[in-house]
Nanobody, 124 residues
Framework: QVQLVESGGGLVQDGGSLRLSCAAS????????MGWFRQAPGKERVFVAR????????SYVDSVKGRFTISRDNAKNTVYLQMNSLKPEDTAVYYCAASYSASSYYTERAYDYWGQGTQVTVSS
């Protein structure tokens, strides 16, 4: 069983930056693909970014490319999401997730474990 705890959310102005962290425990973190999803008010949870355990390959949704960076520190069992040039439309609850084999990494069903989420609010 893997436990995931997100942190780093908060209120930031349009154009600002935040770094989210997701600390994992209870499993072999280095062998998991890790993803970030977000859920805006009244909308479904959607894929944001992922990083593979093998080779650190990353993928992003088009709307965050060039602004967000996902990274991981296997020694600290932590995955990060650096978010720059934030926009009001980035406002959402952000969730991290872990998967043994995220072949369909952009879908929720590919992930086995989820954190509780952290709120990010971008004011205009």
């Amino acid at each position: 069983q893997v436990q995931l705890v997100e942190s780093g959310g908060g209120l930031v102005q349009d154009g600002g930056s935040l770094r989210l962290s997701c600390a994992a425990s209870g499993g072999t973190f280095s062998r998991y693909d890790m993803g970030w999803f977000r859920q805006a008010p009244g909308k479904e949870r959607v894929f944001v970014a992922r990083i593979m355990w093998r080779g650190g390959i990353t993928s992003y949704v088009d709307s965050v490319k060039g602004r967000f960076t996902i990274s991981r520190d296997n020694a600290k069992n932590t995955v990060y999401l650096q978010m720059n040039s934030l926009k009001p439309e980035d406002t959402a609850v952000y969730y991290c997730a872990a998967s043994y084999s995220a072949s369909s990494y952009y879908t929720e069903r590919a992930y086995d474990y989820w954190g509780q989420g952290t709120q990010v609010t971008v004011s205009s």
